[in-house]
């Protein structure tokens, strides 16, 4: 099962569904095992290019990576100084790809993963960014609470329309930034046209 999270992927609206809904109040009957007929990958068919920006909390923190289950709060976000703009793709860098190296795999359904904690989803609806992304899977894992197990996931997609990106790999682009005191960019990425697909594996481009 871990493979299943090492591969960059863009969950669609169709991705999760929360108490017997998708997002814009569709129903999960319009997913089936022939795909999805709603919010499905192909709404992006005219693939993304716009603003990206990093935050990167280990920076922020002092340290190389974080831990995995460790929860990053809303103010972390802010505490990184970097100015946002609506319907910007917001990245956020946990140094999971430096702690691999340096220690070795782990299995992240059992140890888990760095993240955002629930209350970053009141930040998301207040900044109201187009994308989400993190080298793990935004929110924190295990969550602390077993009726939200993913709040990032359940409220980012379900509730506010925000398409997630998970698995990046931001190591490499956050040296890139902190060497030119920089934390903005072009970013480009271009899901598969997958029929009624729930998300699609993917390979953005950030452009210095």
Request: charged share 25%; net charge negative.
């Amino acid at each position: 099962m871990e493979q299943l999270q090492c591969a960059t992927q863009w969950d669609s609206l169709a991705h999760i569904v929360f108490e017997n809904r998708m997002y814009n109040d569709r129903s999960p009957r319009l997913v089936t095992s022939a795909g999805a007929e709603k919010n499905s990958i192909t709404v992006l068919k005219d693939k993304i290019v716009t603003r990206g920006v990093l935050l990167d909390i280990p920076r922020l923190r002092g340290v190389d990576w974080l831990e995995p289950g460790d929860a990053i709060a809303s103010d972390e976000l802010d505490a990184t100084g970097v100015t946002l703009e609506q319907g910007d793709i917001v990245l956020v860098h946990t140094g999971r790809d430096r702690r691999r190296d340096a220690l070795g795999p782990w299995n992240t359904y059992v140890d888990g993963l760095a993240g955002l904690d629930a209350g970053c989803a009141r930040w998301l609806y207040d900044n109201d960014p187009a994308v989400l992304g993190a080298d793990g899977v935004s929110d924190v894992m295990p969550g602390s609470d077993p009726d939200w197990p993913i709040p990032i996931h359940m409220c980012a997609l379900v509730g506010m329309g925000i398409h997630l990106l998970d698995n990046l790999r931001l190591d490499l682009l956050a040296d890139a930034c902190a060497e030119r005191g920089r934390w903005e960019f072009l970013f480009v990425v271009a899901p598969l046209q997958i029929g009624g697909g729930t998300g699609s594996p993917v390979n953005p481009i950030a452009i210095l």
